[in-house]
């Protein structure tokens, strides 16, 4: 019925070196709410070597809206080429000359991973909302079968911050024999109700977009506007009052030429806030798919650590990697007294656990900007 | 060009006993950020009777989407009855057996006072976004002309929450000589970083639907699902993640009726908190004006009670009127910080100033629900 679109691509996918950027594939896989969903595309970087034994290997899982590429070996001082890459290298607390380091976009994402934009083999058209439920678990049980077929026997860490801290609990609570450490970020057992609100006015936002249209659309007729505005809030519930206040204040904005997702009638200038939001909200709709954005913002409002368990101590109770758990105060997507409180649990049942608590404005996103005390961080043994 | 529209009203205004709203007119508002309004309606209501002095009279500022009705003389109890409904009425925190209590929708609302959805009379049809840009000042004049044509020569009080702290401040700074007490709630010198841009998503959620169509629309199709995800993104920042967990947690929805802004895919269920701010959105939605939305939110964005002078200082120093300045522990849209620091800086400026904190944890809301800590607050000398 809609044979005119060009549905070779969906949206318009970053182009990373081929050599840099490898994929595995999965004929399928049993999904935690039900149903088999195969074949599957997993994209992935790595640094660094295995060694014989398959032991010195580091899981690295991303956020809502990253990708593979937490390092750039290119350009590895550079904090814009690789959303962790200061922290990642020879030396560095992510040590490349000693580990075998590992970044998966995750299942459901649109960074060649297989997701809602991919092409469903039954239907020759891309999956949009046909795309089957996707959990954590999921994610995890995809990131475990590329591992297997890696030669990975164990990993020395997992690490990861907000859906990816969802994602490295996960891996400590499924794969405990396999773990020997894992670091969450700005992660909780479970997301609070707020947080599923701001998601749920997100994903609002998008399928309001007639552009949408009950997520079949073609690239070149995307609902950029839905997904520019749900990215502006998000935007905002990553950061903190406190350092919004001292990026933007109320300053006008400087750079007019910004486009707003939609009108801009003039309603007394533009604050410099406005602006930046407006930048974030038209870069993330260049480069992400609006599909893919509801599906995995659904998966971080139904992680529930304990599901599947009988209780939430049963669960957590199977971790046996030493476990650290890093908060941050300013944050209110992930606020720090649940990321302790977890730790807490854990240490409570027996386990190895510590917390660390990031003192800084930068909210959620602290773990993507505060170098410094995350190299600390992550080296705390 | 768009005759066939139906223009008489743009939105479902509630309909209020003829006897209780009153309508003030006004030739011509001259507006600060320039131009000329009129004519101009206010409606207001009003409770106990004026002396002859015209000196027991208080005046109710109210929030964003708020109206005259802070009161119900039939159901004095009914705390849904009517906004601000326990705190006023014979022998209540405010009296209306000793004062003149009266409550105006702001200029710009759409509970009769004039505003985007009145008819413009040079065109004979509604102003949409030809409405000129008005401020929290021009509120606050013309409520003075509105008392001023009453009769009223002292102000007892004024009160008010949020956007109505706003224009209680600003009372308490334009005419000093004529407020003897203000009570400033929830609000403060100058809305956050944080704050506009919240606002901000907003406005763009209601301007990308295509029924705002530029602010020209009829009531019968009118922006709906743009308001009513606007509404439910303010609702979110009205709590706080504690009253949110309190409330709804990450329960299931109990109430599956409830109809959903735009599309609901079945994605893993429906959290509760979904449900509530679907059905506060929608009820929005049928209740209020989008343009409307639009010109309010943007006049808390724009406050800065030092617009026209040489300072804040210069600004606050003028406050003669004995000040209450209230807060709330757990708000994130106006912080208690800022209540604090503008409490104290009145205070270091030689006025009569006091700060008490509401411990509550719904967030701004609480002004419109901890009624015995309000009530306790309100009667604080």
Known sequence: MVAQLNYTKMVQIPILEQQQVHTFSLD???????????????????????????TNAILITHALTGDTHAHDTERPDDPKAAWWNLLIGPGRPIDTDRYFVVCANVLGGCSGSTGPASIDPRTERP????????????????????????????????????IGGQQALTWAVLYPEMVQRVVVIAASAALSAQGIAFNEVARQVIMADPLWNCGDYAAERAPATGLAIARMLAMITYQSEVSMDQRFGRHEARREEVVSP??????????????????????????????SYIYLSRAMDLFDISEGFSSLEAALARISSKALFIGINTDFLFPAKHVRALAEKVSALGGDATYIELDSPHGHDAFLKEWEQMAVALQQS
Request: hydrophobic share 40%; charged share 15%.
């Open 127 to 162: 999956y949009g909302m046909r795309f089957p439920l996707i959990t954590i678990h999921d994610m995890v049980r995809a990131q475990h079968a590329l591992l297997e077929d890696l030669g990975v026997r164990q990993l020395a860490s997992v690490y990861g911050g907000s």
């Open 28 to 54: 399928r896989l049993s999904l935690q709410r039900g149903g088999l969903l195969g074949p599957i595309q997993i994209t992935y970087e790595t640094w660094g070597t295995l060694n014989a034994l398959g």
């Open 262 to 291: 939609t009108a801009h009638p003039d309603l007394g200038g533009r604050f410099d806030v406005e602006n930046y939001l407006y930048h974030q909200g038209g870069s993330l709709a260049r480069r992400f798919d609006a599909n």
